[in-house]
């Protein structure tokens, strides 16, 4: 038995919280290790449907929860969505959930820098989710994040605030936004710090005990491959890397504690925000995928952007996120339709290429080649098995399968949490 890891393959909104979800039942305990709220993962468990940003999905399952050090942390909005989920019926406390003493804060000035940046930028805009994901990143590195463990020290913060207010406020205030006062910050973190410092603790040290007693770890990744920092769609990505490697240096433990990579990928394409975007669809059936598959962003309620699913992108993704499996979801969004294609390289500028190279402009001007598969005309909507599904849709996983050069592990046919075919168990490795 081996621990796992998903991740996305795609421009993320995979169906990774459903994936999670159904693995966590055979998990102790789910990690989330990068991003922030910028994540909106969707469980659908009977009639109740829970939409999860910063916890860990395994909490539905009763799974404790752990938050590593690479997530950025939005003290508020956490708390709404555990107020949230425990509304639903969800027990979240100390008990529950963990959060690394190490992970960084996003604090007010993150998201009006975020959204007064976006705004700035006009058509060249990211697309964000103006929830200060980039910025918060930036002073990770930048090493002037107020972090977790500093809610304990007041001094620490007052300090750290000064460094903080003297970027943020030349920043907003060149932008025409309006300013911080420290008193008001520093006020606002010690209201915060005794409802966030029972959740904090070396959680390093606690996945740690739990690997050395044979507990199975669940890594939950957020956004996905080609939202990356480094290997995604640059710049048009958000801010930390989402490689299954993350998932390591995101938690506290060693590469090779992560185990099976499992990679999740939609069985068409979409994306929300800005960035190229090689098999968009602009027509009817981009419309229909949309429609079909309720492609909204959970987060910013934004209509995704659809396409074909692209079986190039897909294949870089598999290199270069490490993705041993791949679950392939939302099989059922496509029945019905009479004919498919799918992208199995580009030409760009009048070139072949087999995958997206990092230029932006060589990006923006990559153009799909597309292979075209007849459709099928019966349903895989709640399909639990092989047999389930019609002839041509085992054609069409069969072809994605060898063009991504990756097994098929999982296939998932409706957002109900079970109706999921396996195919192999990944805990087996
Ligand atoms: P995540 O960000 O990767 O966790 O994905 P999201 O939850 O943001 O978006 C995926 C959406 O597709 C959610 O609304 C899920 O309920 C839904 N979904 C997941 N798997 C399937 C599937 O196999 N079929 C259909 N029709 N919907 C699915
Ligand atoms: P899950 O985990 C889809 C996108 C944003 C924008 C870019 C940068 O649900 O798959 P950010 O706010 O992170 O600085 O925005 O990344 N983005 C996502 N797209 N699913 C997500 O998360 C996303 N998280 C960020 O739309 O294009
Ligand atoms: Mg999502």
């Not at 001094?155 to 970027?167: F, G, N, P, S, V």
């Not at 270069?320 to 029945?335: A, C, N, S, W, Y």
């Not at 998932?412 to 079970?418: A, G, I, L, Q």
Request: proline share 5%; charged share 25%.
């Amino acid at each position: 038995m081996t621990n796992v890891a998903v991740i996305g393959a795609q421009w993320g909104d995979e169906g990774k919280g459903k994936v999670v979800d159904w693995l966590a039942s055979r998990a102790d305990v789910v990690v989330r290790f990068q991003g922030g709220h910028n994540a909106g993962h969707t469980l659908v468990v009977g009639n109740e449907t829970y939409k999860l940003s910063l916890l860990p999905s395994g909490l539905v399952r009763g799974k404790l929860g752990v938050i590593g050090n690479g997530v950025v942390v939005d003290p508020e909005a956490l708390l709404a969505e555990i107020a949230r989920v425990q509304g639903q019926g969800l027990k979240v406390s100390p008990e529950t959930l963990r959060i690394s003493e190490s992970a960084t804060l996003i604090l007010p000035f993150h998201p009006a820098l975020d959204k007064a940046r976006e705004a700035a930028r006009g058509d060249a805009k990211i697309g964000t989710t103006g929830r200060g994901i980039g910025p918060a990143y930036e002073d990770r590195v930048a090493r002037r994040a107020i972090r977790v463990a500093d809610l304990a020290e007041p001094e620490t913060m007052a300090l750290k605030l000064d460094e903080l207010l003297r970027h943020y406020n030349t920043l907003l205030r060149e932008l025409g936004v309006e300013t911080f006062t420290k008193e008001a910050m520093l006020a606002h973190l010690l209201a915060l710090a005794p409802k966030i410092l029972p959740f904090a603790e070396p959680v390093w040290e606690r996945l740690d005990t739990l690997r050395k007693e044979g507990k199975r770890i669940l890594f939950e990744g957020a956004q996905a491959v080609m939202l990356d920092v480094d290997h995604g769609t640059y710049p048009f990505v958000t801010s930390s890397n989402t490689v299954a490697s993350a998932a390591a240096s995101g938690s506290g433990v060693g590469p090779w504690a992560v185990g099976f990579v499992l990679g999740i990928a939609k069985a068409y394409t979409t994306r929300v925000g800005s960035g190229p975007f090689p098999t968009e669809l602009f027509d009817e059936t981009g419309r229909k995928l949309g429609e079909r598959g309720f492609e909204f962003g959970t987060v910013t309620g934004r209509p995704r952007r659809c396409g074909w699913f692209d079986a190039a992108m897909v294949r870089q993704a598999v290199k270069i996120g490490g993705i041993q499996g791949l679950v392939l979801t939302k099989l059922d969004v496509l029945d019905g339709m009479p004919e498919l294609k799918i992208c199995t390289g580009y030409r760009i500028n009048g070139e072949r290429s087999r995958h997206l190279p990092a230029g932006m402009a060589a990006q923006a001007a990559a153009l799909p080649e597309y292979e075209t598969i007849e459709g099928w005309s019966g349903s895989c909507r709640g399909a639990r098995s092989w047999v389930d599904l019609p002839a041509q849709a085992i054609k069409y996983v069969r072809r994605i399968e060898e063009l991504v050069e990756a097994p098929i592990t999982l296939v998932s046919t409706s957002p109900e949490r079970d109706d999921t075919i396996m195919v192999r168990d990944p805990f087996e490795g």
